[in-house]
Nanobody
Framework: QVQFVESGGGLVQPGGSLRLSCTASGNTFLLYVIAWYRQAAGNQRELVASIDRFNGAYVGADSVRGRFAISRDSTTNIVYLQMNSLKPEDTATYYC?????????WGPGTQVTVSS
């Protein structure tokens, strides 16, 4: 079974950038489509972007298209989310998981706060 741990979040000013990292464990990593999700306070969790085992990337949220990019390094089992031109509305806890998500694989997430 795959397990995920997210890192790289923090406090950033509007217009800034962050790169989130998702470390996956388990030999089945390459068999899955991996996605970044986010959940803002009071909102439902939403799909941000996903990437398949052939490195085909999909950015799911209209609000981040053109600003966020997902990539994966299969040699290290890390999936990245590069976030540029951050806006206050990007503030959320960011998670990675398979797509569709595996309930038992949710990690603690990493908090991203965009504020001046």
């Amino acid at each position: 079974q795959v397990q995920f741990v997210e890192s790289g979040g923090g406090l950033v000013q509007p217009g800034g950038s962050l790169r989130l990292s998702c470390t996956a464990s388990g030999n089945t990593f390459l068999l899955y489509v991996i996605a970044w999700y986010r959940q803002a306070a009071g909102n439902q969790r939403e799909l941000v972007a996903s990437i398949d085992r052939f490195n085909g990337a999909y950015v799911g949220a209209d609000s981040v298209r053109g600003r966020f990019a997902i990539s994966r390094d299969s040699t290290t089992n890390i999936v990245y989310l590069q976030m540029n031109s951050l806006k206050p509305e990007d503030t959320a806890t960011y998670y990675c998981n398979t797509n569709p998500p595996t309930e038992a694989a949710w990690g603690p997430g990493t908090q991203v706060t965009v504020s001046s």
